[in-house]
T-cell receptor
Framework: GQQVMQIPQYQHVQEGEDFTTYCNSS?????IQWYKQRPGGHPVFLIQ?????EVKKQKRLTFQFGEAKKNSSLHITATQTTDVGTYFC???????????FGGGTRLMVKP | NAGVTQTPKFQVLKTGQSMTLQCAQD?????MSWYRQDPGMGLRLIHY???????DQGEVPNGYNVSRSTTEDFPLRLLSAAPSQTSVYFC????????????FGEGSRLTVL
C-alpha cells in the first residue's frame, strides 16, 4: 500500500534558525496536505498542494510540491517559539478513500 | 459552531472491558474517520465512513467497530480492550475525503491496564 515517509523525525533549532521537513511517497500523489499539531493538541490543517511544482507561502512558511508529485517540503524561515509542534504531511490513497499521514517531524525551538 | 466533538477526553480501562468513544460533527460533513496516534507512529487510520450507513476499514481496524447511523455521529467501539490499544484517538471529518481538509476533534486519551 501507499507509504508516506517523513524526515527528519525530530529537529531542534535555535530561535531564528530555519527549519525544513520533507515528505516522500512511493507513488504519485493527486495532492498533499500539511498539518500542524501543537503539544497536547490536535492536528490542524495548514495547506493543500495540488499542482506539480506548486509553491505556496503562508508568512514564514513555504510549502513545495515536487515536479513528479511524489515529494513535498515545508520550510520555516526564522523559527519562533510559536512554531513548536509536530508537522505532518498527508496524502490520499490511490483509491482516494483514505488520507495517509507521514510519521511527522517534531520541531523544538530553543529561545 | 462546535466543529468535531469527542467524548470522553480521558478514559482508563481494564483489559477485556469494552467502551465506546463518541464523535459528533455539526458541519454536515459526509466523510468521518477515526485515527489513533502513538509516539513515533504518526496518525494511523482505524475506520472511516463516506456517509450514513457506509463504513470501511482503514490501516489498523482490528479490535474496533464503527457504525454510522446519522451524518453527525460516528462512534468507535472497543470490543475487548487490550494494552496495545492504549493511545490517543482522534475523530476527524471532511467535506471531501480525498481533497478536503480534515477537521479534528480534540482527542480522547485511552489507557488500558
Amino acid at each position: 500500500g501507499q507509504q508516506v515517509m517523513q524526515i527528519p523525525q525530530y529537529q531542534h533549532v535555535q530561535e531564528g534558525e530555519d527549519f525544513t521537513t520533507y515528505c516522500n511517497s512511493s507513488t504519485t500523489l493527486s495532492n498533499i496536505q500539511w498539518y500542524k499539531q501543537r503539544p497536547g493538541g490536535h492536528p490542524v490543517f495548514l495547506i493543500q498542494l495540488v499542482k506539480s511544482g506548486e509553491v505556496k507561502k503562508q508568512k514564514r512558511l513555504t510549502f513545495q510540491f515536487g515536479e513528479a508529485k511524489k515529494n513535498s517540503s515545508l520550510h520555516i524561515t526564522a523559527t519562533q517559539t510559536t512554531d513548536v509542534g509536530t508537522y505532518f504531511c498527508a496524502a490520499p490513497s490511490s483509491a482516494g478513500n483514505m488520507l495517509t499521514f507521514g510519521g511527522g517531524t517534531r520541531l523544538m525551538v530553543k529561545p | 459552531n462546535a466543529g468535531v466533538t469527542q467524548t470522553p477526553k480521558f478514559q482508563v480501562l481494564k483489559t477485556g472491558q469494552s467502551m465506546t468513544l463518541q464523535c459528533a460533527q455539526d458541519m454536515n460533513h459526509e466523510y468521518m474517520s477515526w485515527y489513533r496516534q502513538d509516539p513515533g507512529m504518526g496518525l494511523r487510520l482505524i475506520h472511516y465512513s463516506v456517509g450514513a450507513g457506509i463504513t470501511d476499514q482503514g490501516e489498523v481496524p482490528n479490535g474496533y467497530n464503527v457504525s454510522r447511523s446519522t451524518t453527525e455521529d460516528f462512534p468507535l467501539r472497543l470490543l475487548s480492550a487490550a494494552p496495545s490499544q492504549t493511545s490517543v484517538y482522534f475523530c476527524a471529518s471532511s467535506w471531501d475525503f480525498s481533497a478536503g481538509e480534515l477537521f479534528f476533534g480534540e482527542g480522547s486519551r485511552l489507557t488500558v491496564l
